[in-house]
């Protein structure tokens, strides 16, 4: 019997124009892998498509129309997606590397960079985007476990809510990087002044952070290095900020209270604020 279990063979088969899966399905055993795969997973592309939770391993949609598409969970490792259009499809969840064409259109905050695809709650575990220019890019929610960001350009990117488990970050730039959500995980490695920071919510804390509205209620940020940073709105009650470097940060409309200052002083003595007694 011809060999309908190799892997990626069943989402991908019909798009290369082979014998199609709807009959390879029929003469497969019930209880083979063949039977079990939707047949969803296996239709030509077009618009408004159901692919969620297929393996799309190697596919090829060069120039197909898959706008409104459904990828959630879907892998796409090595597909093909030269002039593809994308745009507002449902890519949360979906697994890839090794992609290659540009496509026509993605969804919003969605780019493909080194041959991934790139935005909110994408799975990019152990990805390697080292040096990679991720300038702007919206990580949020993304799974970051054991990626290798290694020099990466994440200027302006945000990562809230992302798994940091692992995560590489020597040498990356983080400037006006966002993050807080439900960050997990502990890194691997950050830049040098940055650190993970935070008692009710965990922010990466560096020079020039955009920690706006960031809730520091309660967190340890002694001896941290914000010069530059942009606290505005920023909850600071019951924050310890000894010793931290506040040169140059924007504090509009901070929250302090019962907050150490800089200059070991609390705040509730200064006037219910830190502004003159940053050291």
Known sequence: MPSFRKPGCLGVCLLLGVAPVVALMALAPADSAAARVPRRCAAPPHANADYAHCNLTGANFSGADLADANFKNATLTGATLGSADLSGATLAGVVSGGITGTP????????????????????????????????????????????????????????????????????????????????????????????????????????????????????????????????????????????????GANLSSVIWSDTICPDGTNSNNDGDTCIDNLG
Do not use: E, M
């Open 104 to 247: 026509a259109s993605l969804p919003s905050g969605w780019v493909v960079v080194d041959g991934y695809l790139v935005g909110p709650q994408a799975i990019l575990t152990g990805a390697n985007l080292t040096g990679a220019d991720l300038t702007g890019a919206d990580l949020s929610k993304a799974n970051l476990t054991s990626v290798n960001l290694s020099g990466a350009n994440l200027t302006d990117a945000t990562v809230k809510g992302s798994k940091l488990q692992g995560t590489v970050l020597a040498g990356a730039t983080l400037t006006g990087v966002v993050s807080g959500g439900t960050i997990t995980g502990t890194p691997a490695s950050l830049p040098p002044g940055w650190a993970l920071v935070g008692a009710r919510v965990r922010y990466l804390v560096g020079p020039a952070a955009n920690l706006t509205s960031a809730d520091f209620y309660g967190a340890n940020l002694a001896g941290t290095d914000l010069a530059d940073a942009n606290l505005t709105a920023a909850n600071l009650t019951d924050a310890n900020l000894a010793g931290a470097n506040l040169a």
